[in-house]
């Protein structure tokens, strides 16, 4: 695995104003994510994890402290040069998938590249490729409408890694899920991350998700409580009771 770092976050502080009062949601978060790297972040509700992968996405910006995504510098950035990094370097997986009802899975897939600028032309074969290669090779045609949620979650997938991102940050991607949809989803990532060596960053309360995962991140109170390095054979280790559960247990 590469030593690169491909997302540096240094004293990385967010607050909201609400009704005359300051939310410190992120209160001096450091962390480092390699290239290649699978990371799970964990954590009670509340705890700033999608306040921070939001942050690291370009969705949202830092009240204090620096992000550095692919070596540049989101903090100094206008609004144009980070949608123009988010389009190129980041694809995101979120619990509801956001598919255009109007169009079907292949078109979902496309969507970004022809944001992008891209022809039609360039962007089928490919996204034909990755929905095949997410088991959806025969419902390609279908609108969001007519697949199941694991289905729909599979078509997001594709869509994130379209354009072939350095970065797919997932939040909650199996959270509306039962739990065998919620595995095959899991291996999913796995393959991506194993086959592709794009990095993955998922915002998780699914214990068996994160238990298959190298390296766990956990927070709390909008800090980093425990930053956990596992070997990626031990860590794929995960129980039948595990995998039998519910998928919705807090988990750090």
Known sequence: MSSTPLV???DVKKSFQHMGRTLEVLRGIDLTINEGEMVGIVGQSGAGKSTLLHCIGTLDVVTSGSIQVAGEELTTMS????ADLRNRTIGFVFQFHHLLPEFNALENVIMPGLIQGRSRRDMEPRAEALLDEVGLKDRMLHRPGELSGGEQQRVALAR???L???LILADEPTGNLDSRTSEQIHQLFY???ESRKTTI???THNAALAAGMARVVTLRDGRVERDEHRSP???RDVSAAERAGTGKVDVG
């Open 160 to 162: 994130a890694l379209v």
């Open 8 to 10: 540096v976050a240094a």
């Open 191 to 193: 393959s991506v991350n």
């Open 79 to 82: 609004g144009a040069r980070l």
């Open 201 to 203: 960053v998922i915002v």
């Open 233 to 235: 054979a031990g860590s």
């Open 164 to 166: 072939e991102p350095k």
